[in-house]
């Protein structure tokens, strides 16, 4: 009876690790490394189109259809992990798993794109991405961040 306990959580243990082992071969990357990809850049200020144009592309976020739009965020991970240790508030989609903070951001709208230039547009717009071209608006501001995990870690920009 002692152990049963014991036991059980390690089996609990063992079945987490196993079920983000599986997120992770399936999908590439786990939510947090996701989340640290389209989200963090604490190297960076931001703030200019061409950060948001080089970045989206550089982090993936071009490849076959321009992402409509996104935020980086310019503090260190550590910075923002602490922001899962905030009061749980609820997020857009009802879950009560996000927590908000006051960080830097880059937020990046996409404005437009085009094909490369061709000759036979067509056939080169059906082989290559489009070109991404999008706007920038650098500020201080209240970001929204679901996450998840034992200990918690940010999986999702709510806002």
Known sequence: ?????????L???????????????LYGETPYEKFQRQHVDS???????LYCNTM???RGMTSGHCKDSNTFIHEN?????????????????GRMNCHEGVVKVTDCK???????????????????PPMCNYQAWASTRRVVIACEDNPLVPVHLDS
């Open 1 to 9: 009876m002692a152990l049963q306990k014991p036991l059980s959580l």
């Open 43 to 49: 190297e960076g200020s931001g703030g200019a189109d």
């Open 77 to 93: 991970i550590r910075t923002i992990k602490n922001i899962c240790k905030n009061p749980n508030i609820q997020c857009k989609r």
């Open 56 to 58: 989206m592309e550089r």
């Open 110 to 128: 996409h404005t437009r794109s085009k094909a490369p230039y061709s000759s036979d547009r067509v056939i080169m717009e059906r082989y290559q």
């Open 11 to 25: 089996l609990l243990l063992l079945l987490t690790l196993l079920g983000l082992r599986l997120v992770k071969l």
